[in-house]
């Protein structure tokens, strides 16, 4: 089993920034990829993105491309999310992903945008 937990949001104004945080803890060698996904109230949830925890490649929805970067720590064995010049269309609970085919989930994070 592996275990992870969120961190780091919070309320910032359009235009700010805000860095997500993830710390994966239990079986972590099972955890080929790890990422992000968000909900906004009445809507679905969707991707953000995500990075191979191995190789390093990663992939971003066209919304958060070149305004999101997802890296990772192996030694803390976290994943984190640098989030900048937010847009209120960001406000949602952002939930972090691992796994080999999304089978672990963190109970996930809220960040609020105001503009």
């Known amino acids: 089993q592996v275990q992870l937990v969120e961190s780091g949001g919070g309320l910032v104004q359009a235009g700010g920034s805000l860095r997500l945080s993830c710390a994966a803890s239990?079986?972590?060698?099972?955890?080929?990829?790890m990422g992000w996904f968000r909900q906004a109230p009445g809507k679905e949830r969707e991707f953000v993105a995500a990075?191979?925890?191995?190789?390093?490649?990663?992939h971003y929805a066209g919304s958060v491309k070149g305004r999101f970067t997802i890296s990772t720590d192996k030694a803390k064995n976290t994943v984190y999310l640098q989030m900048n010049s937010l847009k209120s269309e960001d406000t949602a609970v952002y939930y972090c992903?691992?796994?080999?085919?999304?089978?672990?989930w963190g109970q996930g994070i809220q960040v609020t945008v105001s503009s």
């Open positions: 239990g079986r972590t060698f099972s955890t080929y990829e």
């Open positions: 990075v191979s925890w191995n190789g390093g490649s990663t």
């Open positions: 992903f691992g796994g080999s085919d999304y089978e672990y």
